[in-house]
Nanobody
Framework: QVQLVESGGGLVQPGGSLRLSCAAS????????MGWFRQAPGKEREFVGA????????YYGDSVKGRFTISRDSTKSTVYLQMNSLRREDTAVYYC???????????????WGQGTQVTVSS
């Protein structure tokens, strides 16, 4: 069955960096757009970024542009989210997701990971 397993979350100080990883299995990785979403308590799920099937094109939410970078390694069926200049408002559970046809909308994604907590605090 399809599995998306995130790792790399944790506690970081404002201004710090973290790199999230998402290892995919049970699907043909190259045929899926891979995305990252986040959800903070009491807030709606928010699009963070996505990378196209071939890894050439990347897309970002306005709140993370210029600070976060998404990439994928097809040899490892893994997608990454490099997060720099972290802010308190980046605190959330971060989810990896795979989509055959979607990009920005969470409901267009077919498979989801279990999520990893990122907390930005001093």
């Amino acid at each position: 069955q399809v599995q998306l397993v995130e790792s790399g979350g944790g506690l970081v100080q404002p201004g710090g960096s973290l790199r999230l990883s998402c290892a995919a299995s049970g699907l043909t990785f190259s045929t899926y757009t891979m995305g990252w979403f986040r959800q903070a308590p009491g807030k709606e799920r928010e699009f963070v970024g996505a990378v196209s099937r071939g890894g050439v094109s990347t897309y970002y939410g306005d709140s993370v542009k210029g600070r976060f970078t998404i990439s994928r390694d097809s040899t490892k069926s893994t997608v990454y989210l490099q997060m720099n200049s972290l802010r308190r408002e980046d605190t959330a559970v971060y989810y990896c997701a795979a989509s055959r046809n979607g990009l920005y909308a969470w409901y267009a994604y077919d498979y989801w990971g279990q999520g990893t907590q990122v907390t930005v605090s001093s």
